[in-house]
């Protein structure tokens, strides 16, 4: 059976919906048979791992644990859902302090467990501040920490694919940038619609400005329609990236990445990026004037949020980051 890596990828918070769904992508995408399924709640991980091995993926080594130490031993790959979901009526931001202290521990074990890691993704909410946390604490490269921000993007893809009747892949060059999270920063200037551009299209502004809410309400109106947070779709991004980083086929939505540069300091936010097998790379956005008005917003959206994990302890000022992980 060729998988692309036998290296070991475990799966955090594999009991919740988000992480059975990740271990099951990843296992029929052939990623690597050495998949480790980890949670503290052990009835709801038996019961996952029954699931995958009902499966009967053909050479498969699935294994699972509630001990953080055998899960993270020799891990090269590591996809944490291992949060607090969100809830109907709450934003990605009031998960701020619990999350984040979860991802202050998830830190500190990789960095005990499997300071060699290659490739982290994290996607509980707010990622910008979880993936954060979780690279200050781990020690590791920038680039090899990434946060799930493709969501916001892929929605934006389908809102414009229904406005104007064309297949969602027709719609291409509209993406968010900056936080994931209500204060994101929406660029289509450059969108085009089955190969037109989108200011050729005829959309009016208030029609424009509706697609833009809807956007970025998506993750909340799922809660409203399926009674919870969405579960398939981050899955499946989570693992596609994971599988760029392992050498696959590159991953060019929009991911969470470690910024610092002369225009965003110490921050992770959604950049245009790529992963490979090299880790994740970005580049600046090009947008209008508005576009970039609005990424700027978000920026300063981060940084009063990441001041405020900083005021609670979970992390140390900027100042001091460099004790805490010498690669940043």
Not at 36 to 44: Q, S, W
Not at 82 to 97: F, I, N, Q, V
Not at 156 to 163: G, I, M, P, T, Y
Request: contains cysteine.
């Amino acid at each position: 059976m060729n998988y692309l890596t036998n290296e070991k990828l475990v799966i955090v918070g594999a009991a919740g919906m988000i992480g059975s769904n990740m271990a099951q992508t990843a296992l029929m995408l052939k990623l690597t048979p050495n998949v480790c399924l980890y949670d503290v709640y052990e009835p709801g991980l038996r019961g996952v791992v029954a699931e995958m091995d009902h499966c009967a993926f053909e050479g498969a080594n699935i294994t699972w644990t509630t001990d953080p130490a055998v899960a993270y031993k020799d891990a090269k790959y590591i996809i944490s859902s291992g949060g607090a979901p969100r809830k109907e009526g709450m934003t990605r931001e009031d998960l701020l302090k619990g999350n984040c202290q979860i991802a202050e521990d998830f830190g500190k074990d990789v960095k005990k467990y499997c300071p060699d890691v290659k490739h982290i993704v994290v996607i509980f909410n707010p990622a910008d501040l979880t993936g954060l946390v979780v690279l200050l604490h781990s020690g590791v490269k920038p680039e090899c920490v990434t946060t799930l921000a493709a969501l916001d993007s892929t929605r934006l893809q389908e809102a414009l694919a229904l406005e104007f009747g064309v297949q969602q892949s027709k719609v291409t060059g509209a993406y968010t940038y900056g936080g994931h999270g209500e204060a994101m920063a929406v660029f289509a200037s450059k969108a085009l619609i089955d190969g037109t551009p989108l200011s050729q299209k005829g959309l009016s502004a208030e029609r424009w400005a509706e697609i833009k809410h809807n956007t970025v309400q998506g993750g909340s109106n799922i809660i409203k329609l399926r009674g919870r947070s969405s579960f398939q779709s981050p899955a499946y991004n989570a693992v596609k990236m994971i599988e760029a980083a392992m050498g696959g086929d590159k991953f060019t939505w929009p991911a969470g990445c470690y910024v610092n540069n002369a225009e965003y300091q110490h921050v992770m936010m959604a950049m245009p990026s790529v992963i490979d097998e090299t880790g994740a790379h970005f580049c600046a956005p090009a947008g209008t004037a508005e576009e970039l008005a609005e990424l700027k917003a978000s920026y300063e959206h981060l940084c009063k949020m990441r001041d405020e994990i900083i005021d609670l302890g979970i992390i140390p000022p900027v100042s001091e980051w460099t004790k805490c992980n010498p690669n940043l």
